[in-house]
């Protein structure tokens, strides 16, 4: 694993990295967008390539379920099946057998669960987990982990970390694919002490890098910014730190500035397709009847394909008659915010104006804070 710190904010724990994998490089503070079933949802790989887009997600549970890992074999590895040559990370499958699964039980060994689609059993574990994304190929492998619930008893919280620590451990020595990094998730709910020991001991285990998780689960804000502040001043400064299911402006910003470099969330296409649109300035429904007549770009300034080409009362009319193109042209320009948003994040850090930048952003209540995993 090669990353580097290029350069550290003066004012902040603020940093730009760079991160090689065996499919690319990645410059970080970088914004990964979620695809979670082979496909960012509404565009093509080359519509990422053109909208700036560095790493894509995929998911464990996800396509464990479907296709399988057959079919991905057969297909030559997660790469070559959905036709994107860039860095790949997928998530271990935690976070969904803990939110999505109908019927769970946890025992030492992992959980056994109902699938989602259609009630059938599967079990998913450190070593199942690690296979199936030994399969994938992916660049980035996450731990299997135990995402805790918010609100979460001391008690609860204590043991499910410690399984969590014994986990990695499993996870970190299954074989991986050829060039594969391993992350590893601290956990802990609200409790800082047990994030600490949590992240203490992941760093004895050693991975390539490591991830906040357990955050974004419906926590208020002020406790997920003390769960990342708990968390990354015991993780190395020479290892990306990632911060799983963020993707709010001015929350990324916050992070950055306590030394996070790594965001994942499906935020710009779930809300693409409810017809909102992210600019700099908040959030916009495009949906709204006021929209109706305004003939000027979903965003102004903005040089995306739709901002370029079509009007917000163009946009709006797709959306509310259920055409298909409204919900892509939204996807295109939401992807390209966020990729644009970080571009510009690495170019004030580099420029020593991220101070600037981080104030200038506004509240993240200007982004409504719908689910975001």
């Given at each position: 694993m090669d990353f580097k710190v290029i350069k550290e904010d003066a004012g902040s724990e603020a940093r730009l990295g760079r991160l090689e994998t065996a499919h690319g490089t990645v410059d970080t503070p970088v914004f990964m967008d979620v695809g979670t079933l082979g496909s960012v949802k509404a565009l093509e790989p080359r519509d990422l390539v053109e909208l700036g887009t560095q790493v894509v997600l995929?998911?464990?549970?996800?396509?464990?379920?479907?296709?399988?890992?057959?079919?991905?074999?057969?297909?030559?590895?997660?790469?070559?099946?959905?036709?994107?040559?860039g860095p790949i990370l997928t998530d271990s499958g935690g976070f969904q057998v803990f939110s999505l699964a109908r019927m769970r039980k946890f025992?030492?060994?992992g959980c056994r669960f109902n699938s989602h689609l259609d009630g059938h059993e599967f079990f998913l574990g450190p070593k199942e987990s690690m296979a199936m994304q030994r399969t994938l190929g992916s660049d980035i492998a996450m731990v299997f982990d135990e995402c805790l619930p918010?609100?979460?008893?001391?008690?609860?919280?204590?043991?499910?970390?410690?399984?969590?620590?014994?986990?990695?451990?499993?996870?970190?020595?299954e074989p991986r694919a050829d060039g594969q990094q391993v992350f590893g998730i601290v956990q802990g709910g609200v409790y800082g002490d047990i994030r600490r020991r949590c992240a203490e001991e992941l760093v004895k285990i050693g991975f390539d890098g490591y991830a906040v998780g357990g955050v974004s689960v419906g926590e208020p804000e002020e406790e997920m910014y003390r769960a990342v502040e708990a968390?990354?001043?015991?993780?190395?400064?020479?290892?990306?730190?990632?911060?799983?299911?963020?993707?709010?402006?001015?929350?990324?910003?916050?992070?950055v500035a306590r030394g996070v470099d790594m965001f994942d969330c499906v935020i710009p296409t779930r809300i693409a397709r409810h017809g909102t649109a992210i600019t700099r300035r908040g959030n916009i429904a495009i949906k709204a009847a006021k929209y109706a007549f305004d003939q000027g770009p979903v965003e102004?300034?903005?040089?995306?394909?739709?901002?370029?080409n079509f009007s917000r009362s163009y946009v709006r009319h797709l959306l509310a008659c259920g055409e298909i193109l409204g919900l892509r042209l939204l996807t295109i320009h939401n992807v390209l915010a966020l990729n644009r948003f970080m571009a510009?994040?690495?170019?004030?850090?580099?420029?020593?104006?991220?101070?600037?930048?981080?104030?200038?952003?506004?509240?993240a209540s200007a982004n409504q804070l719908f689910e975001t995993r």
């Open positions: 995929g998911n464990t549970y996800h396509l464990l379920l479907r296709p399988g890992p057959e079919v991905i074999a057969a297909a030559g590895g997660l790469h070559r099946f959905m036709r994107w040559d025992t030492e060994e918010y609100p979460c008893d001391r008690a609860r919280a204590e043991a499910s970390v410690a399984r969590t620590v014994r986990w990695a451990e499993r996870c970190r020595g968390s990354v001043p015991f993780l190395p400064k020479d290892r990306p730190r990632y911060v799983m299911g963020l993707g709010v402006m001015r929350q990324m910003a916050e992070c102004e300034g903005c040089e995306c394909y739709c901002c370029r510009d994040m690495r170019a004030a850090i580099a420029a020593g104006t991220f101070g600037e930048f981080r104030r200038a952003l506004p509240p």
